[in-house]
């Protein structure tokens, strides 16, 4: 709330004069916490700050905090429970939650886990992550409106104890459960709020080290600051982050030249003038761009087109990845072996990455004849000459416009007949474009939330949402089941299955991958203990300050 100028000038003489009066007396301590701010941009607004609506959770395990926390290198460290165990049979997981309290002074206890898991699966929610609960008791009937949400597998015995219980094993349970998406919710806040909770920062309490404020839900301008109910907010240094939405990365870099910013990510070109300067740092995500075909196009002839896989090998096998990554991004972006990510997870038995397992010859690799064999033969089999299509791309993303306009000129040049083109538009509308299915192909991408290849596959499976082009291969489908139900105790037979289950994909060029980001930043040298991981929460600034 704004306060009256008068007013306001009056306390800063007030101030003033106290800090004149002192004569240079205030402590060190004073003067470090007043320095413990950091200044950071994005790309974009955030959308909701309600955690069983969000797309996304980047830095939001900051404000929100579950049983888990991840740590350096994905590890899963303490969070608000202070010990979890799983049955013999891997179906029952028992939580013992610590003291710890909500920003408000409310005490967390077990039951604001019960009401939240109940709140996200509930249909009438439209949570997007809803399918992250899969295997959970009764989970996938409730978010199909087949059951109540009281009957999902969650229970508080008492006020320190949660139960979850399974319908299968599932290996990676430990490290889901470091997801915000699963952390408690305030049942009393939410019905206090109503229609307001989670609309403004001042609608929500928060769990984490930091709670947000002056978020209005379409500003430019928000902050996390320390939350002094924190269980363990002894080791929180920061008392404040800015946020600043920088859609240019030029304005980014000028702001952080003026001391304005604390971190800036770089454009390609950014990236050549600072690769040598001692604050230039990378920071690799499991994110990997795609295209995305449309197999269920209401164009006739598109869809033809979009369900030939030597049209989609010829789009595939035109791309030059290394010249792409190398040359036009040049930020230390990656070429992809397949749909899932290098450097996500690694074979428990030989320590072989997944990535390099699910390599299929010549289908992410760049061989010109070979494309325009697969080209000439796929027009000849849809019974066209030529092919006038549109990619649609999200211009809020970083390096969508660069490659969009990459892929347009390189088809252009290497598969005649062929003309592309480009319906560049904010994110939010062309996520709806493609849910609505009205793409020919969609330039999107995926970023893991937790260490596991299942966090890819999922998004292939025929009934998932988030398979926005609707491929469908009951082999695949299969795999990726008998992976999460029959050899989820099993490692070694689990690991097989996904293997198999992503070759298919690569083989029939399901979605067709087109780079592994690696962003590129200029960090202040004095900023110190940020933990950043490839999947998942990305961004932890829970043991962050400034030296």
């Not at 978010?143 to 008492?158: F, L, M, R, T």
């Not at 009393?188 to 109503?194: A, C, N, Q, R």
């Not at 990510?341 to 004849?369: C, H, M, R, S, W």
């Amino acid at each position: 709330m704004k306060k009256k100028q008068k007013y306001l000038l009056t306390i800063f003489a007030a101030l003033l004069m106290v800090v004149l009066a002192a004569c240079g007396k205030s402590s060190a301590k004073e003067t470090g916490e007043d320095q413990q701010t950091l200044n950071l941009s994005t790309e974009a607004p955030m959308d909701t700050i309600d955690i069983s609506k969000m797309t996304g959770y980047g830095s939001t395990g900051n404000a929100f905090e579950s049983f888990y926390r991840l740590g350096k290198n994905g590890k899963v460290t303490p969070g608000l429970a202070k010990s979890g165990k799983v049955s013999a049979d891997g179906l029952t997981w028992t939580f013992k939650l610590r003291p710890a309290k909500w920003s408000n002074g409310d005490p967390i206890t077990a039951q604001d886990f019960v009401y939240s898991w109940r709140r996200t699966l509930d249909p009438a929610t439209k949570a997007s992550y809803s399918y992250m609960f899969s295997g959970v008791k009764n989970a996938d009937k409730i978010a199909a409106s087949q059951a109540d949400p009281k009957s999902v597998g969650i229970s508080a015995p008492d006020k320190e104890t949660v139960v979850v219980q399974l319908e299968k094993p599932i290996s990676y349970f430990k490290n889901l459960m470091a997801y915000p998406l699963f952390g408690p919710q305030n049942e009393k806040v939410v019905k206090k709020y109503g229609k307001k909770y989670a609309t403004k920062s001042q609608y929500m309490v928060y769990s984490g080290p930091f709670k947000i404020t002056n978020w209005t839900g379409t500003g430019n301008k928000w902050q996390y600051v320390k939350n002094d109910n924190y269980w363990d907010k002894k080791v929180v240094k920061l008392h404040k982050i800015n946020y600043t939405v920088v859609a240019n990365p030029t304005t980014g870099q000028e702001l952080y030249q003026a001391g304005k910013l604390d971190l800036t990510p770089l454009t390609n070109q950014q990236v050549k003038n600072f690769k040598n300067d001692k604050e230039f740092k990378q920071y690799p995500y499991s994110y990997v761009t795609y295209i995305k075909y449309n197999f269920e196009a209401k164009d006739p002839v598109i869809n033809k087109a979009m369900n030939n896989k030597n049209i989609r090998f010829a789009m595939s096998l035109a791309i030059d990845r290394d010249a792409l990554t190398k040359k036009i991004l040049g930020d230390g972006s990656q070429t992809p072996k397949g749909f899932v990510p290098a450097d996500l997870v690694n074979n428990p038995k030989t320590g072989e990455d997944f990535a390099d397992e699910q390599y299929v010859e010549n289908t992410v690799g760049t061989n010109v004849k070979l494309a325009q064999k697969y080209w000439k033969q796929g027009l000849k089999e849809i019974g066209q000459k030529g092919l006038k299509m549109t990619l649609l791309s999200n211009n809020d993303a970083a390096n969508t416009k660069i490659i969009s306009e990459y892929l347009q000129s390189r088809y252009h040049k290497i598969l005649p007949g062929l003309q592309l083109e480009i319906t560049d538009i904010p994110g939010h509308s062309a996520a709806q474009k493609a849910a609505d299915g009205d793409f020919d192909m969609y330039l999107s991408g995926w970023g893991g939330d937790f260490n596991d290849p299942v966090t890819f596959l999922q998004i292939m499976l025929s009934d998932t949402s988030y398979n926005r082009g609707k491929f469908n291969n009951q082999e695949y489908d299969s795999l990726v089941a008998r992976a999460q139900d029959e050899d989820a105790n099993n490692p070694d037979k689990r690991w097989d299955d996904m293997v198999k289950a992503a070759k298919i994909v690569n083989a029939e060029q399901g979605v067709t991958p087109v780079y592994q980001q690696v962003t590129a930043y200029l960090q202040k040298s004095n900023i110190k203990g940020i933990i950043h991981n490839t999947a998942g929460t990305q961004w932890n600034y829970k043991y962050a300050y400034k030296d």
